[in-house]
């Protein structure tokens, strides 16, 4: 295709690409094993190293036993010589939990498998892949379960039209409740925003009263059923929240990649408002570009979160630290030798039981699990805050006539003296050690990632008002001199 044609038909799926990159459908090749069957958008091109790892990590391992539809999210790294892209615009709004990621893609698969005698193999195997930047991951895989059973009876003419509907969405903007026409439905749902304030994410209703058909409204576009996918490591709540926080690596051992998934996911959420900033892959297998560099016995584990399902990691990774086994596998729990810093609350632990025995909502179960992380986490959070923000100069420092003042350093032990009048007991009642859990915090990738992250909102502002100052002496100057008419 020639570079016109090609930049005119880019051109012509604008919309469609702020919201995913591809669909790629996946199937079984007796010869070749699992291939791309289909790209859509045709003018979208994959790297080998990425067919590669989509094709692999499209279909369920072969001893997961998954008959019939399966669906599942994976998340790898693109390839070195692809450009990364940022929706500037649409990201600057975005909780940085949503915002897209310039260097990796998800996968929202639909894999369906089911006996076919007329097949040389004796069944259908076949997937199809949303391939985004975006994390939406309970959007799209709503959109998944939507197309691929229509695709999978209809083919090629069904993928075209279901692509030509969401190259007619409007941006994901944030702060905004948008209609998503697909396959003759209406998808409502919510883009969440930075300005949103610390409380579950619900949906802005828009009454929609000439709509036909009804919408399906989705209560999160990201968030999936976390009560659900930790359920099986419940009384290990808090354990798994200080792993996550302090960004240790863990493997989660399933034997479906939809659990592995949902596990894996549920632990990156359990510390919002903060930022994961480790890699995590909720579906990890052996063909994985990455698979020796992650999995090498010869230097310690990265901080890193992992889903498997193949046998062969069990002794692969024997040597990790800390271990959750979930699903069907014997004996779910986690194993690990780690010691809680703080005291365990046992009233949540009880209360969500409880709830589960008396058939409690999912929709309950999740917003009080997910309120007591966020609460928890945002106790821990808020001593950071309060001490980074005494770092910031007085504004009576900056003038005009010099360089702007600089962010004061974060030095440890002056934090952890504040602790004693500031610290997270003004808003928790879990007792323990907390100095040394913000001890080890401060060493992890996720304290980093925060920090610059604020050391960058405080040297923005000092410019901001070192210009400001500029600017009124620059006005001055010239109303003192302005020279006589």
């Not at 020639?2 to 790629?24: I, N, Q, T, Y």
């Not at 802005?204 to 999936?224: R, Y």
Request: glycine letters at 4%; a positive charge; charged letters at 20%.
């Amino acid at each position: 295709m020639e570079p016109d044609a090609k930049a005119g038909m880019a051109a012509d799926w604008e919309r469609f690409s702020h919201w995913l990159h591809c669909v790629c459908i996946v199937t079984f090749d007796l010869e070749l094993g699992q291939a791309i069957e289909a790209i859509y958008p045709p003018h979208v091109k994959l790297t080998e190293k990425e067919k590669t790892s989509t094709c692999y990590l499209a279909f369920p391992d072969s001893n997961s036993g998954c008959h019939g539809d399966t669906q599942f999210t994976f998340r790898f790294r693109q390839s070195p010589s692809r450009r990364a892209i940022a929706d500037v615009i649409h990201d600057v709004d975005m909780p940085v939990l949503l915002q897209r990621d310039p260097h990796y893609f998800y996968g929202y698969v639909y894999f369906r498998q089911v006996k076919d005698n007329s097949l040389k193999r004796g069944y259908f195997q076949k997937s199809l892949v949303l391939l985004s930047r975006l994390p939406f991951v309970n959007l799209f895989s709503s959109v998944a379960k939507l197309v691929a059973p229509e695709y999978f009876e209809k083919l090629e003419p069904c993928l075209e039209a279901a692509c030509k509907d969401i190259d007619r969405w409007p941006n994901p903007i944030p702060g905004k409740t948008l209609n998503l026409p697909i396959m003759g439905l209406v998808i409502q749902v919510r883009i969440p925003s930075r300005s949103d304030k610390f409380s579950a994410c619900t949906l802005k209703q828009d009454i929609c009263e000439n709509m036909l058909p009804a919408p399906l409204v989705l209560s999160s576009v990201h968030e999936g059923d976390m009560f659900r996918a930790l359920q099986p490591v419940l009384p290990h709540l808090q354990l798994l929240w200080e792993l996550v926080l302090l960004g240790e690596p863990l493997v989660v051992m399933a034997t479906s990649p939809a659990a592995t998934a949902d596990t894996v996911l549920a632990l990156v959420s359990s510390i919002f408002p903060l930022r994961y900033s480790s890699d995590f892959r909720p579906y990890f297998t052996i063909h994985d570009s990455e698979f020796r560099e992650i999995t090498s016995q010869k230097q310690a584990p990265p901080s890193v979160i992992l889903g498997v399902t193949n046998p062969f990691f069990v002794k692969t990774l024997q040597q990790w630290p800390h271990i959750v086994r979930v699903g069907d596998l014997r004996g779910p729990g986690v194993y690990t030798s780690h010691k809680t810093y703080l005291t365990k609350d046992r009233a949540i632990i009880k209360r969500l039981q409880k709830g589960a025995q008396r058939k409690r909502p999912s929709e309950v179960q999740n917003a009080i699990l997910r309120r007591y992380l966020m609460e928890l986490t945002h106790s821990f959070i808020i001593p950071l805050e309060r001490y980074v923000a005494s770092l910031m100069p007085l504004q009576k420092s900056i003038t005009p006539w010099k360089s702007p003042p600089q962010v004061g350093p974060f030095v440890p032990e002056e934090f952890f003296k504040s602790l004693e009048h500031a610290g997270p007991q003004l808003t928790s009642v879990l007792k323990g050690d907390w100095v040394g859990l913000y001890r080890q915090f401060l060493r992890s990738p996720n304290f980093d990632t925060w920090f610059r992250a604020r050391h960058s909102e405080m040297t923005q502002k000092l410019e901001l008002l070192q210009l400001e100052a500029l600017l009124r002496a620059a006005s001055l100057w010239s109303c003192l001199y302005r020279p006589a008419v």
